[in-house]
């Protein structure tokens, strides 16, 4: 792969991202450029990214839920 394919590819994927107005973190691109070649890795960051997501989406279910009990 050469070094102009690679930007090309980097600048698609950032407009893939601009479309649906993501964009990585800081700290995430930087894990990537360091991680992408280890398979084993990667698939632990994303069970872990993925983790973190439901954690975050059940406590705010559960502070919605309290809330409304207060109001009732």
């Not at 973190?25 to 632990?44: M, P, R, T």
Request: net charge positive.
């Amino acid at each position: 792969m050469t070094e102009n394919s690679t930007v090309t590819d980097k600048a698609a994927f950032y407009t893939l991202l601009a479309k649906y107005s993501a964009r990585p973190s800081q700290g995430g691109e930087e894990w990537a450029n360091s991680n992408w070649f280890n398979l084993e890795k990667v698939i632990d960051r994303i069970c872990s990214l993925q983790h973190e997501s439901k954690f975050r989406l059940a406590k705010i279910k559960i502070f919605s839920a309290q809330s409304w009990e207060l109001v009732l």
